[in-house]
Every structure is written in C-alpha cells, then in structure tokens.
C-alpha cells in the first residue's frame, strides 16, 4: 500500500488521506511504566551473525548515527523515561532493502550495513526516525484494531499508514517500489512493560522514494499493441485515439504519455468503455472497434485531444492504494480548469466527470497500476471520462 502525498494532488491529500481515520484507538490499558530503553534492549546483543531474523543492523545503524551525532532525535532510543512505539525491521529487510537497490544481495550483514551506512548519516538518521512513533506504547492488541488509522512519526513531516486485514498489519510509506512492511507478529511487544515498546517489521520503511522509479513511458505500453480485436478489454480505442491526435498535432500536450520522465496517473477507457460511448451517441452499437473508433474520430482532432488530456492526472503516480482511500479527492486534470472528484464505496472507485447523463465511470480491479515501478501508471475505466456537459 503505497499511499503517499503527491505534486498536484493537494486535495487528494487533505480530502482523502488524511481522513483516512486519523489517530490509533486509545491505548489499552496497562500497568506497564518501566523505564528501560529500547536502545538497552537492543545494544544487549550488537555483533553481526547469519540469522536474518534479529535486528544487528538496524542496532548497528542507531549506533552509528549516535557515534557522528551525538545530539541526534535518534537518542530518545536511549530515553526509557520517554514513551515511543518502534517499528524496527530485522537484518532480513536491510538485506532485501539493499538487494533492491544494487541489484546483487550482499553476502553479510556486515556488507549490507556498509551498503546503508554508504547511504550518509543524514539518510540513516532519517530513514530511524521515521520507524520512530512517539506516544504512549501502540501494543499489538490495539495495532491490530488500527485498520486505516496514521501514524505520526518523529521524522518531521512524516507519516505512516495502517491497513490491518485479519492479523496482517501493513505498514504504507512513501516509496512506491518497495515493499510495504508488515508486522511479524512472533516480534510484536517486544520490551514490554515499559514505555518504549518496538515490533519487528519485514522491510525498511522507507520516508521518501528510494528505489529508482523507472522511464517506461503509458504510449510505450499503449502502441506495444495497436491493433483493433474483438477484445473489449483492452485498450485499442484510445490507443487509436492517442495515435491520431499526435499524428495530426505532434506538439499536442497528449505528447506527455510520450515521455516516461514525467510523472503521471491516467485513466484509461477501455474498448468497451468507448463502445458504450457510441452508443450514447448514435443510438447504435458498433459492431467492431474500428467503427467504434470512426465515430469517436469524427468528434474532430480538438475534442479526442480534450478527452484524452482529462484522462491525464499530473504528478507522483497515485497508485491503487492511495485511490482506494480518496473518497472525497478532487484531481486536476492535464485539461485546464477540469477537475475530477473521486468516490469510493467498498473497492468501488468512481469518477465524477462534467456530463450528467452518461454513467460516471468507475476503476477496474482488475486493471489496477499499469506500468506500475515507473513514473507513469495508469488505472482501466468503464466508461470515459467527459469534461463538457
């Protein structure tokens, strides 16, 4: 669940995300007020080993942070006196985290502290305090009961999302790539009976984007495959669409889909989707996408141009996590002056457009995060979106 806030998506943010539900229950009551540190706990054992389960690293990370900055926030670690919940991720997610970022798994966890040392005490620190929730102890029992509840942690500004299903607890950062981290619930309440608690987590979670995104671009995605079928669950209409328009204006600002280092969400119909348009239309149903297509293509250049910049969302890819929790959200369109509101029920994601005869369109489950770990992703819709009345 990869639900951060994004460039140009302000009112996703404050009208969505957020409102997710805000704060944990209150803590469950408990006697537990003992005052040994989390940093006792961990220091007690601080040599590396082969056992991927236990925490040598990120024990080898607070030191090391301690050791250059000795001021740092970090040391409320040492503070049994101040109550934080920790969420610290084993050896095993260090070893993960760094595979994922020189592609080759490194051979100890020596190496793999070395290779997140080389990220700079700035970027170590950061990346602590942001598995850092101060606040009376979180113990598992409220936890587990935290579904759609946000964390604030002491990195500043930043912020952790819960999704809890069943015993699952996951835990929603701000890189996209990564993987979310999720409670092991054999290390849950780990220091209890004190005010520092921790839980052990199976990835690092991560306060800004980390892994690289990639530069494939949604055209190259689209035009892989061209050509009109009998499948109306692809995308060959607004393929056809998106040729045309650059065919006929090449400097046309649909060129964006073009270009995978802009980042961007799209909404894209798919052939059944633009059948269902026709139809609206002409009072008939096309009887192959090409027709389907002619129809759409007589609209003139201008219009499919309007059409095809509304399905375009600027900015950090949302992903179908953060739309999952955007009831309410109101998205800027590369179309000047169109906005479209979001409505969730369930897992039922509808789009609100500017015409009120036609049924809103809605996201497709099934065709969630295409092109997902590049800069461009885009979501299927079962109907278009239309920005005039």
Do not use: C, W
């Amino acid at each position: 669940m990869k639900t951060r806030t994004r460039r140009g998506l302000a009112s996703l943010t404050t009208a969505a995300l957020i409102a997710a539900s805000g704060l944990l229950v209150a803590p469950t009551a408990q006697a537990a007020e003992g005052t040994n540190s989390l940093a006792a706990v961990l220091t007690a054992k601080k040599s590396f080993d082969t056992d991927k389960t236990n925490f040598d690293i990120v024990t080898a990370a607070v030191l090391a942070v301690l050791a250059a900055k000795p001021a740092s926030p970090v040391k409320v670690l040492t503070d049994g006196t101040t109550a934080v919940t920790a969420f610290i991720p084993n050896d095993g997610a260090f070893i993960n985290l760094v595979t994922a970022l020189t592609g080759t798994a490194p051979a100890t966890e020596a190496l793999t502290f070395a290779a997140v040392a080389g990220l700079g005490i700035d970027t170590v620190e950061t990346v602590l305090l942001y598995h850092v929730v101060p606040g009376a102890a979180i113990l598992s029992p409220d936890a587990l009961k935290a579904n759609g509840a946000k964390l604030t942690t002491a990195a500043t500004g930043k912020t952790i999302d819960v999704s809890v299903k069943g015993t699952v607890i996951t835990l929603g950062d701000y890189d996209v790539i990564a993987a979310d981290p999720k409670v092991i619930l054999a290390n849950v309440d780990i220091n209890k009976g004190n005010k520092q608690i921790a839980h052990g987590i199976d990835a690092v979670l991560l306060p800004v984007q980390l892994l690289k995104l990639g530069t494939k671009s949604l055209a190259a995605v689209l035009t892989a495959k061209n050509s009109f079928d009998k499948n109306r669950k692809n995308f060959d209409i607004v393929t056809a669409a998106i040729l045309a328009v650059l065919k006929e204006k090449p400097n046309s600002a649909v060129k964006v889909l073009t270009d995978g280092n802009v980042a961007l969400t799209a909404f894209i119909p798919t052939d059944s989707a633009f059948i269902k348009l026709v139809n609206s239309l002409t009072g008939k149903s096309p009887i192959t996408e090409a027709a389907a297509f002619k129809v759409v293509a007589s609209l003139g250049v201008p219009a499919v141009e309007n059409i095809l910049l509304y399905h375009v969302v600027p900015g950090d890819a949302i992903l179908s996590p953060a739309a999952l929790k955007a009831n309410g959200a109101t998205l800027v369109t590369a179309l000047t002056g169109k906005t479209i509101k979001v409505s969730v029920r369930g897992t039922r994601i509808s789009l609100a457009d500017y015409n009120m005869k036609l049924n809103n369109p809605f996201v497709i489950l099934s065709l969630l995060d295409i092109n997902k770990g590049n800069k461009q992703i885009a979501h299927g819709i079962g109907y278009v979106l239309l920005p005039t009345p």
